[in-house]
């Protein structure tokens, strides 16, 4: 789902559909190439005028993960950029089953044989993703169709075989830890990418007539 000028189409819907919208994909530019040097995005010829715009990225996730913020101060905006490409990368280390010592790889050893009890921050996330299991018909399935439950803060696996892989909600879950980050520090306009598959928009882009981010999205039925 396209997020415009900060808020999801859908943003009515409530929580479950935040769920679904951690599901969607979209294929945008890298956030360096909508903002370059403000020239293709209309800035002001005055320096005095023209927001600043940071740019970082890191890899997590098998992916790229990029950020732009745009606001008055560089010192801030940087150090609220790495703040967030390092709550990626913890989240990463927690929730890939490559990781050997990650918490999803530790769940995917011991609880066939028992309950494994995980902290509240992951026991929200498995809640989270076992509730829109079962709201849409297991077309969204973390476990693949096999059985599994998790009670208070307690995992367990019903049958031989059940493994967990968040690969297909870690990047979005990620990019809304990231807008957490954003929104205590008190930065408004940005855009956020992980890979070629997630974004997320919040506030305006400098120069962007009317509001919002200018996002590009792949035609679903053309290479």
Not at 21 to 29: K, L, N, Q
Not at 78 to 84: D, H, I, L, N, R
Not at 154 to 168: I, P, R
């Amino acid at each position: 789902m396209l997020i415009a000028r900060g808020l999801p189409l859908d943003s009515a819907a409530g929580e479950p559909a935040m769920a679904i919208r951690r599901m969607c994909t979209i294929m945008v530019a890298s956030p360096q190439l909508l903002i370059d040097s403000g020239a293709a995005v209309g800035l002001p010829r005055s320096k005095l005028e023209r927001p600043l715009v940071v740019n970082r990225s890191r890899p997590a996730m098998g992916t790229l993960f990029e950020t732009c913020l745009v606001g008055a101060d560089e010192e801030h905006l940087s150090s609220v950029a790495e703040a967030c490409l390092a709550e990626v990368q913890r989240l990463d280390r927690r929730l890939s089953r490559c990781h050997v010592q990650s918490e999803i790889a530790r769940i995917n050893r011991e609880a066939t044989r028992e309950s494994v009890i995980v902290d509240y921050e992951l026991a929200e996330l498995l809640k989270l993703c076992y509730t829109a299991a079962q709201q849409t018909a297991h077309w969204f399935d973390i476990a693949s169709g096999q059985a599994w439950a998790i009670k208070n803060r307690g995992v367990e696996f019903l049958e031989l075989g059940t493994q967990l892989d968040f690969s297909s909600i870690s990047k979005g879950y990620a990019l809304d830890r990231m807008a957490e980050l954003l929104n205590t520090n008190a930065v408004d306009d940005v855009l956020l990418q992980g890979g070629k598959s997630s974004v997320l928009a919040l506030g305006n882009q400098p120069g962007m007539e009317g509001g919002g981010w200018h996002v590009g999205v792949r035609h679903p039925l053309r290479n």
